[in-house]
């Protein structure tokens, strides 16, 4: 069974098929499109001037060890790879609709975080909706 399979029959995904999902390189480069449109009119939004901006890995790699998805990947997993699978979970989430491009961009226009936090706090979220 896929992990599309597995959501859609169970509603949730367990471990394995959640590690599958974080290390699907396919979803990493949809999930840093989306990650890189949301946080460029998050920015364009709140700052009222138009912006076009890339996320760099250390912030995606940090927020994904802060929310918790660093257990979720092989012992000897780089930087890259870590910002790749917070970009993968973002990806999957939102073609599944579980959650909408508004909700990624209120979590990332919160301005009393660092741009850290603001990851974090949207994985933290898409891992909560995978769950329910």
Not at 24 to 35: K, R
Request: glycine fraction near 8%; include cysteine; aromatic fraction near 6%.
């Amino acid at each position: 069974m896929s992990d599309e399979e597995s959501v859609e029959a169970e509603g949730v995904l367990d471990d394995q098929h959640l590690a599958g999902v974080l290390t699907d390189h396919g979803l990493a480069q949809f999930g840093d499109a989306l990650l890189n449109f949301a946080f460029s009119l998050a920015l364009t939004e709140t700052t009222g001037h138009p912006r076009g901006t890339k996320v760099s890995d250390k912030t995606l790699a940090d927020a994904a060890v802060r929310a918790g998805l660093r257990k979720y990947l092989p012992r000897r997993t780089g930087r890259g790879d870590v910002a790749n699978s917070l970009e993968a979970l973002l990806g999957f989430v939102w073609l599944k609709k579980l959650l909408t491009l508004e909700e990624i961009l209120n979590c990332l226009k919160t301005e009393s975080f660092t741009h850290v936090q603001n990851f974090a706090q949207l994985a933290e979220l898409a891992l909560a909706r995978l769950k329910r």
